[in-house]
């Protein structure tokens, strides 16, 4: 009988083993958000595997999230695109939600970008902006890091002190101005979702010093600092929360939000790439 650890660390190994034997290997890896999946179409010389063909991998069961891994070249640069996450209001377990990034890690990617739609919290905001994210808050209910640990991964207790990587915060903001984009930097926090929250939630995420909220991305950015991963986050701010936002929010929204800055979205991630 093999402990549970074990065969998580198996999982990882047979993951890792079927995405090198079909791609190949990168130096940064982008995982793409709700609505950011276009961005896969500028990469050069893409080699895909679906998830469905990825042992251990579940399918995603979000729209828009199409659930293939793509290696190939942006700008020169040897990425990693990961189109479709793993959100724990799926029904996937904290472990599966951080699995593509042990993956990552057991691939010997240390540079990662995450990004995803967000709601806007700071009253500055308006949708459409991107924002780099300064450091979180996570009100997801649970720490994906709990359980068994392997040595390998790092630290049992990780120092999040600088989880999001100063250098490329200054990066992201310098490659924005040369572009003439506006990029806003702030604080995300992190909910487990499924439901969009209430008007009196989103007034107690603005007192707690949040800017925007979402329903993914913390998860992963512990387990990739916990594994000393370098990492860039971005949220597209797709909606104003709720109470701030006048309207019922819906799914609908996010997407054509995201569709909208795809474009600002993709010029912006291809120079940074080419400069971490
Ligand atoms: N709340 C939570 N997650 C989201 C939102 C929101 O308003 N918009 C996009 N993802």
């Known amino acids: 009988m093999s402990t549970m650890l074990e065969q998580e660390l198996k999982a ?23 609505g950011l999946g276009p961005l896969a179409e500028n990469i050069e010389e893409a080699h895909t595997i679906s998830y469905q063909d990825i042992p251990h991998f579940p399918v995603p069961t ?12 942006i700008g020169g640069a040897k ?8 959100h724990y209001y799926e029904g996937h377990d904290p472990h599966t939600v951080i699995l593509p990034m042990r993956v990552l890690h057991k691939l010997g990617c240390r540079k990662l970008i ?6 806007g919290i700071n009253p500055n905001f308006v949708p459409g902006d991107l924002m780099v994210i ?19 991964w790092g630290p049992r207790f990780p120092d999040m002190s600088n989880m999001y990587d100063a250098h490329y915060r200054e990066l992201a903001h310098s490659v924005a101005a040369e572009l003439g984009l506006t990029l806003q930097e702030g604080v995300y926090c992190g909910l487990s979702g499924p439901t969009f929250e209430t008007p009196a939630e989103i007034k107690m ?16 950015a512990l387990a990739a600092c916990q594994m ?19 309207h019922p929010l819906t799914h609908q929204e996010v997407m054509e939000t ?19």
């Open 134 to 152: 300064r450091d979180h808050i996570n009100l997801a209910g649970y720490n994906p890091l709990r359980g068994e640990h392997a040595d390998e």
């Open 258 to 276: 995201s569709k909208m800055v795809e474009k600002h979205f993709s010029a912006l991630i291809k120079e940074i790439v080419t400069k971490m």
């Open 205 to 220: 995420l603005s007192i707690l010093g949040a800017d925007a909220v979402g329903m993914s991305t913390v998860p992963e």
């Open 79 to 86: 990425v990693y695109a990961l189109s479709g996450r793993f």
């Open 114 to 119: 995450l990004t995803n739609a967000a709601g």
């Open 62 to 73: 979000v729209i828009s999230h199409s659930g293939t891994f793509i290696s190939g070249k």
């Open 12 to 34: 990882i190994e047979e993951a890792a083993e079927t995405i090198d034997a079909a791609l190949p290997r990168a130096d940064i890896a982008i995982v793409l958000g709700s």
């Open 228 to 246: 000393g991963m370098h990492l860039l986050a971005i949220s597209c701010i797709t909606n104003m929360a709720a109470g701030i936002s006048k």
